[in-house]
C-alpha cells in the first residue's frame, strides 16, 4: 500500500517538473514552522503561505527534533482553490521517523497567485490507522518565496520605502520625518502618529496606544521594550509587525489564527 503510494508520488512528481516552466532566478526567503502532531487531538497542522504565480518552492516535512522522530511524517500541498496539489511521504528516505520511515518533501511551480496551504500530519492519519507513528515533533521547510512577492496594489507604486514589504502586509507602514504613517492597499490614509506624539510618550512602562484607523481594526503602539508595533484585526487573524525604530534595524511579522492562535505567517529581518 506504501510502496504503491510512493510510486504514484514519482510519476506525478515527474511529470510536474516536464510540465511546469522554470520561473526566473531571484532572491528568495524560507519559512521554518514547528509543532507536535498527536494521533487523537492533533492529527495535522496547516499553513497558509501567499506566493506569487512562477514560484519555484520546495516544502520539506521531517520528523523532529530530535531525530531519529516518533512521528512519521506526512506532507500535503493544497493550491489557492483547496486542490490538493502534491504530497509526499518518505521522500527525505534517511528511515529515522517512526518505525524506521522518513519525512518527504515537494517542489512545484506555482500555477497562480494566492494563499497555499501546507499541511503538516502524518501515514498515520491519511491511512486511518494509528500505527504508533502519528505523534511527534515535525519540522515543516518552505523555500523558495521570492522576497519582493506580494498582492497586486492598485493605484500607487509598491516598489516605495514602505517598512514592512512583504506578503501578509494589510497596511503598508512608513517612517517619515513627520512621524509614523499607514496606508491601506490602494493608498488610503489608515492611521498616523505625529513625531511629536511619539517623544512626548517615550518609552512607556506598559503597551500604549498612539494611533488607530477609524474603525480600530489597525492600531499602532509603543511597546514597553521602546519597540513599535502595528496590530491589524482582519476577522479570522490577526496581522502583527514590530520594529525597533525608524529607519528599522530589525523587524517581525506574524500571521496568527485568532481562533486557535497558531502562527500561520512569520517573518523576521534582519
Not at 502534491?86 to 519525512?103: N, R, V
Request: include cysteine; aromatic fraction near 12%; glycine fraction near 10%.
Amino acid at each position: 500500500m506504501k510502496v504503491l503510494r510512493i510510486l504514484l508520488l514519482s510519476v506525478m512528481l515527474l511529470a510536474a517538473v516536464f510540465l511546469l516552466p522554470t520561473p526566473a532566478a531571484q532572491a528568495a526567503t524560507t519559512l521554518v514552522y514547528t509543532g507536535t502532531l498527536d494521533f487523537t487531538t492533533n492529527p495535522f497542522d496547516d499553513y497558509s503561505v501567499f506566493i506569487p504565480a512562477g514560484a519555484n518552492i520546495t516544502a520539506t516535512l521531517d520528523c523532529g527534533p530530535p531525530k531519529p522522530g516518533t512521528l512519521d511524517p506526512y506532507l500535503q500541498v493544497f493550491d489557492p482553490d483547496g486542490v490538493l496539489i502534491g504530497e509526499s511521504d518518505d521522500d527525505i528516505g534517511d528511515g529515522m521517523c517512526g518505525d524506521g520511515w522518513s519525512g518527504g518533501y515537494y517542489t512545484f511551480v506555482a500555477a497562480k497567485t494566492g494563499n497555499y496551504v501546507f499541511r503538516a500530519t502524518s501515514y498515520d492519519y491519511i491511512d486511518s490507522t494509528d500505527w504508533g507513528t502519528g505523534d511527534g515533533p515535525y519540522t515543516l521547510t518552505v523555500e523558495g518565496l521570492p522576497e519582493s512577492s506580494e498582492p497586486t496594489w492598485t493605484g500607487w507604486d509598491p516598489g516605495d520605502d514602505r517598512i514592512n514589504p512583504h506578503p501578509a502586509q494589510p497596511v503598508a507602514l512608513y517612517c517619515r520625518t513627520e512621524g509614523v504613517v499607514g496606508y491601506s492597499p490602494d493608498g488610503a490614509l489608515v492611521l498616523f502618529a505625529s513625531q511629536e506624539q511619539i517623544d512626548a510618550l517615550g518609552v512607556p512602562a506598559a503597551p500604549a496606544l498612539l494611533a488607530a484607523s477609524a474603525d480600530g481594526s489597525a492600531r499602532l503602539y509603543r511597546l514597553a521594550s521602546g519597540e513599535f508595533q502595528l496590530n491589524v484585526n482582519q476577522g479570522a487573524q490577526e496581522y502583527i509587525f514590530t520594529w525597533d525604530a525608524c529607519p528599522p534595524a530589525h523587524k517581525t511579522t506574524q500571521v496568527i489564527d485568532v481562533a486557535t492562535g497558531q502562527t500561520l505567517v512569520y517573518y523576521t529581518w534582519p
